[in-house]
């Protein structure tokens, strides 16, 4: 059965059971469709917690009547905060955003950053400090191939990412030192605002260092940002690099 089908089956099962409409079936369904969206790790961050809370329709009704006196109320709560889940699984299990940064990476000849960002978006749900590990290497790799297509063989002696990245952007012509338009310069100081979010995310979040007691676990959130992030900023290193090629 197709994500959206399990989707939108879960929902208006909620949507019977919160307005008098609920049946046998409903019963007999509700568990196979929950768990079948609970299992799927593409969805993991946009599931509704109440879905997760609660493991049987009498669970569900405790929780939903007392909230919302009318049925209007219920209907809309339930459609507002499955909302998310239904946009992704109609777009095919993919975000928009996904498609956008994969197929410009399918454009270069750099299998290493392709897997990284495969690697980002597999580990999103499942493995939110393996992500965010992935987000940086992404960056990381598309700066060096950028380099090493630019004739650069210097940038193995800088592995630090914002150095790194300082050097990329300043054979793109991407610092901000290079420009003297204002909102030019706002919005390069943030391109570099998020590389050195990346970096200390990923030595706060990821998989990278060892943590004591009191370490700070990642959530898929986290690594949706910094997936995200670091999808976007390898896309405009990407498109920056082919343009000033063309030139």
């Keep these: 059965m197709a994500l959206i089908d399990e989707v939108e089956g879960l929902q208006s099962i909620y949507i019977n059971r919160s307005t008098g409409n609920g049946n046998d079936d409903d019963e007999r369904d509700y568990p196979l469709y929950r768990q079948s ?3 799927d790790p ?4 946009l599931v ?18 007392p909230k919302f006196p009318s049925y209007a109320e ?58 965010i590990t992935m987000a940086r290497t992404l960056i990381e790799s598309v700066c060096k191939h950028i380099l090493d297509e630019a004739g650069t063989s210097d940038h193995e002696t800088t592995p630090d990412l914002n150095k ?17 338009e204002v909102v030019f310069k706002q919005i390069l100081g943030g391109c570099t605002a998020v590389i050195e979010g990346l970096g200390a995310l990923r030595n706060r979040l990821s998989d990278a260092h060892g943590k004591g007691k009191s370490g700070v676990k990642a959530a898929p959130r986290h690594a949706e940002l910094a997936v995200n992030l670091a999808g976007s900023t390898a ?13």
Aim: hydrophobic letters at 40%; charged letters at 30%; proline letters at 3%.
């Design 42 to 45: 593409r969805v993991a961050s």
């Design 164 to 180: 790194l990245y300082k050097q990329t952007a300043t054979l793109l012509n991407l610092t901000k030192a290079q420009h003297e």
């Design 74 to 131: 219920r209907r809309k709560f339930i459609w507002d905060d499955f909302r998310a889940l239904v946009d992704f699984a109609e777009s095919g299990g993919e975000h928009p955003s996904d498609i956008v940064v994969s197929e410009a990476l399918d454009r270069i000849d750099a299998e290493h950053v392709r897997i990284a960002w495969t690697k980002a978006l597999e580990r999103r749900s499942t493995d939110p400090e393996g992500a």
């Design 37 to 39: 969206v609970l299992d």
């Design 48 to 65: 509704p917690a109440w879905v997760r809370r609660y493991r049987n329709l009498d669970q569900f009704w405790g929780f939903i009547q």
């Design 235 to 247: 896309l405009f290193l990407l498109a920056t690099w082919e343009a000033k090629n063309g030139d």
